[in-house]
């Protein structure tokens, strides 16, 4: 019997185990081919589609549509797919616009962030994130943040300067690139914030707010495509009918959609620490990965720097995870006391 039940432990681990490497691999394979996808969009000398407004509200339409598509799903097999209804209410629309704004630009200085740098610098450019979460949530909510964790966040800016420099030694550094990738950063952080306030406006469900940010970002899109001048670029875009430009461009919306699932998905197999450790991992592939395919030459100062803005990622998710455990314990404590 003895025996049977550890076979059984075993198996049962094993199990486990496929699964968690199967969440895990297909994070990172949507997420990969989510930033190699826009790139290609964005910047690829075949197309020459100067309209990353245009291709950011596709993305978002294309969301929509999936919205609809899984609700209609999940209606007729419920034990199978779980998904809100496809119903919108124009006064929960309106409590979800402010982060529907905040949503626009994060998608929109992503894909610009893009458009200006290397894949394989696109992590650095984007690695301020966790700086202006600390920032933006002592200005906004008046929480402070620990000594270690603000000496993480040091770590992670020195890379990000050694990162610059080194990408401006290679010759390949883009002033427009960087900027959008700070502001971009600053607006995941304040897209973290602003979820919080606005989820209990639906319910807490990630995907009735992901549906009504979409919904919202399509129409703010639209004056937005239409001030930068993209409408002429679209009309006179020589590959408007290419079945292979409209396959990339909804591959990506697909894309685009699956990673707020499959990010769910790593937290709900794994933990929000792994999905960190998860998520820095694959940037680090992510970067090899774009030096490999646009085969490009970098120095060992600017891997170097790659490594430290890594490491001070990953240390910095430690940090928070012990401060975490530490505070739920004094919590504990002291109602064990009362």
């Given amino acids: ?5 550890q076979e059984e432990r075993e198996e049962s681990l094993f199990t486990k185990s496929i699964k968690i490497a ?36 596709f993305q978002c339409v294309v969301t929509i549509i999936l919205c609809w598509i899984c609700s209609i799903v999940a209606k007729f097999f419920p034990n199978i797919v ?12 309106r409590e979800v616009l402010p982060l529907s704004f905040v949503f626009v630009m994060m998608i929109t200085f992503n894909n610009l962030t893009l458009k200006y740098v290397d894949v394989s610098f696109y992590y650095i450019g984007r690695s301020l994130t966790t700086v202006f979460n600390v920032i933006c949530t002592y200005l906004i909510l008046g929480q402070t ?16 300067l050694l990162g610059v420099d080194q990408e401006k030694v290679s010759g390949s550094l883009s002033y427009m690139g960087v ?5 971009a950063s600053l607006c995941v952080a304040l897209n973290a914030i602003f979820t919080k306030r606005i989820l209990p406006a639906v319910n807490n469900n990630v995907w009735r707010l992901a549906l009504y940010n979409n919904i919202n ?55 929000p620490l792994t999905h960190n450790i998860s998520g820095t991992a694959k940037a680090c592939a992510q970067t090899v990965m774009g030096s ?13 720097s790659n490594m430290v803005v890594l490491f ?18 004094n919590a504990e404590t002291q109602k064990t006391r009362k």
């Avoid at 019997?1 to 039940?5: L, S």
Wanted: charged share 15%.
């Fill in 145 to 160: 943040t620990s000594f270690k964790a603000l000496f993480c966040c040091a770590i992670i800016i020195g890379g990000f």
């Fill in 217 to 271: 970002g399509c129409v703010i899109f639209l004056p937005l495509i239409a001030l930068a001048g993209e409408i002429p670029v679209i009309y006179r875009f020589d590959h408007i009918t290419s079945p292979l430009f409209w396959g990339v461009m909804l591959a990506a919306g697909v894309a685009g959609f699956a990673i707020g699932y499959v990010t769910g998905l790593q937290i709900q197999f794994t933990s």
């Fill in 22 to 57: 199967t969440v895990v691999s297909l994070y990172w394979v949507v997420s990969i081919s989510l930033v190699f996808l826009n790139k290609y969009l964005l910047s690829n000398d075949e197309i020459k589609l100067d309209a990353p407004l245009f291709i950011t509200w």
């Fill in 179 to 183: 900027f959008f990738g700070i502001t």
């Fill in 1 to 5: 019997m003895d025996t049977e039940k």
């Fill in 82 to 93: 779980s998904f809100p209804e496809f119903k919108i209410d124009i006064k929960v629309s």
């Fill in 292 to 304: 490999i395919w646009f085969q490009e030459t970098r120095s060992v100062m600017w891997w170097f």
């Fill in 312 to 329: 001070g990622s990953f240390l910095y998710t430690i940090v928070k995870r012990s401060e975490m455990k530490q505070a739920q314990k």
